[in-house]
């Protein structure tokens, strides 16, 4: 059961989006409240799902990562067991770090991180096309990242 949202509890969520490093002191004094309030109000936000995780964001070039590709892809069948299986499947690949499926020409739209055109040559003969129920993919190197995890906004 989740319990309303009021305006500290939106001002929270808003500050620990853009700033997910605060300490709790720091996001009390923000909020206006005590210290032990905000903590509280900090886990059940978490408990009742509005938080999901916090993480560090790496800068994909620092890591050898700095190719993006946006790969669409088209299932032989549209059935729930080859969409089922295809999920489990993608679910598991380190490098897709988006899986969505989607309306229209495709099926699912994957986002993924590689370090250079070669190595995405690699992953796509090997693992790629391998997918369950793969009939079609249609690759998209990305040239530029205008909007990348833009905040929430609510």
Known sequence: MTSELDRIDLKML???QKNGRLSNAELAQLVDVSPATCHRRTQRLFEEGY???VRAMIEPQKVGRGA???VGVVLDRSTPESFGAFEKAV???SFVLD???VAGDFDYFLKI???DMADFNRIHGTQLIA???VRQTRTFFVMKEVVDNALLEF
Do not use: E, F, W
């Open 99 to 101: 899986c969505n499926l």
């Open 51 to 53: 938080i999901k995780t």
């Open 68 to 70: 993006l590709v946006m």
């Open 91 to 93: 679910a598991k690949l």
């Open 131 to 133: 997918l369950p129920g």
């Open 113 to 115: 991180r590689v370090g």
């Open 14 to 16: 808003r500050l620990l």
